[in-house]
């Protein structure tokens, strides 16, 4: 393979990932100020032995050996590029214990550089005016517990000094009063406009929403579809509905999707990493339930539930670490890395460059991105060429499958040095033929 041909490869690459981290559009400067803020707090949890340990929990550099443990700390910090930011953003909200506007912040900041589906403030305030508050609140904790999720409950300005004393003028105590204990004080449009509901970013408001439709805030299927048909009503005006995408716990579970997407329906069988085409035949059509029937080891079937997030990364791992009843993620990461390259054509270093490149570049990202997943079977024909024709041998097999959130799929195909040289040759760089 030729220079120029790497050069499209790895633009092919990051342009793929970087549209779709939180990289892009993430204000860094504002997100590394809010993290220093955190990190620096570590040192005084902590002793100069168990420092070190901390730091790597959340993925920040060895702190140096010299200095007290906060400066050693802060120059842990410092050394971390703004690349890194958003990646250590994630895992301090996993694992530290931070307060609802810090880590609402945070949040913001990291869905700031997704591209989310855009819900207007005029939606959003006729989605409230049409529903019955009474009609969402079916367990005051369960309630609570999401609005302690998504929004800032503990807003009173006096609470860091007073915090031993009951707060009655925080947004959670006004809760408690006009909505839990005297129902019929607020309305629905009310409770929305003192949570900041309608100035929220798009994707707290799409999170809310779904948290509203799901069995955790309202354990009754036919309510859960209640509420869905009439949000939907608003939500299709502006291309978007909250779309059945699997269940939990036998109760339904709705997430946020476009109308427009042109791919309404959820993948049922995904075949890959199978460099040979797979003797497959259907065990149940109705159930649409498939079988291997022979060389069972050469081909994956991932037969998991693919939810509103896609296929990441994480997820194709957890699969691989349960099914092969692995001890440990580390484990899991280097035999499903290695099986997935293993499958690529030995014939197509193209493809294995890739791959590498993929893995290479977003190394310390890689678990929360979606998995780059080769050699996928996209439509299995079982009659043979012969009776078949030429359509038999049309749409078997895609080089590479993303399957990105929101039901989006990005297919790469990666061609053979036929299809950019002349004779076995690639053209001088300029020529105009490649």
């Not at 006096?158 to 031993?164: D, I, K, M, R, Y």
């Not at 959670?172 to 129902?183: E, K, L, M, S, T």
């Not at 991105?369 to 996928?376: G, S, T």
């Amino acid at each position: 393979m030729g220079l120029q041909g790497s050069v499209v490869v790895l633009e092919t690459v990051v342009y793929v990932c970087q549209n779709h981290s939180v990289v892009g559009n993430t204000d860094l400067a504002a997100l590394r100020e809010l993290l220093g803020d955190v990190t620096s707090s570590i040192s005084s949890r902590h002793t100069h032995e168990t420092l070190g340990g901390a730091c790597e929990l959340l993925g920040l550099p060895t702190p140096p050996d010299e200095g007290t443990k906060h400066e050693r700390v802060s120059k842990s910090f410092a050394a971390l590029p703004d690349t890194h930011l958003p990646e250590i953003a994630t895992k301090v909200l996993i694992h530290q214990k931070l307060g609802a506007k810090t880590r609402n912040a945070i949040q913001d900041l990291l869905w700031a550089g997704e591209d989310p589906l855009q819900i207007p403030k005029r939606t959003r305030r006729e989605i409230a005016r049409g529903l019955d508050l009474a009609d969402l609140v079916h367990g005051a904790d369960r309630f609570r517990a999401l609005l302690s999720r998504l929004w800032v409950l503990d807003d009173d300005p006096f609470s860091p000094w007073f915090g031993w004393l009951d707060s009655t003028t925080s947004l959670g105590a006004r809760i408690d009063q006009h909505v839990f204990r005297n129902p019929g004080d607020w309305s629905t449009e009310e409770l929305f406009e003192q949570l900041g509901a309608f100035e929220a970013s798009h994707k707290r408001f799409a999170l809310f929403l779904e948290g509203l439709a799901s069995a955790e805030v309202v354990p009754d299927e036919p309510t859960q579809r209640n509420f869905v048909n009439a949000v939907n009503h608003h939500l299709r005006t502006v291309g978007i509905e909250l779309r059945e995408i699997g269940t939990d716990g036998g109760y339904p579970v709705f997430s946020i999707f476009s109308t427009r997407s042109k791919n309404t329906s959820r993948p049922k069988n995904l075949i890959f990493a199978s460099p040979t085409k797979p003797d497959i035949r259907f065990r149940d059509a109705i159930n649409n339930d498939i079988e291997i029937v022979e060389n069972t080891d050469s081909v994956l079937v991932y037969d998991r539930p693919i939810g509103a997030d896609g296929i990441r990364w994480r997820d194709l791992q957890a699969w691989w670490r349960e099914t092969r009843e692995l001890q440990s993620d580390d484990e899991a990461k280097s035999a499903l890395y290695k099986r997935l390259r293993e499958s690529l054509l030995a014939n197509s270093p193209p493809q294995r460059l890739l791959y590498d490149l993929y893995h290479k570049i977003f190394n310390t990202s890689i678990q929360d991105l979606p998995a780059l997943l080769p050699e996928v079977w996209l439509h299995w024909d079982p009659k043979t060429v012969q009776m078949r024709g030429r359509d038999a041998l049309l749409r078997f097999r895609m080089d590479f499958l993303l399957l990105l959130p929101r039901g989006q799929r990005v297919v790469l195909e990666v061609d053979g040095i036929q299809h950019y040289a002349s004779n076995g040759r690639v053209p001088a760089v300029g020529s105009g033929d490649l």
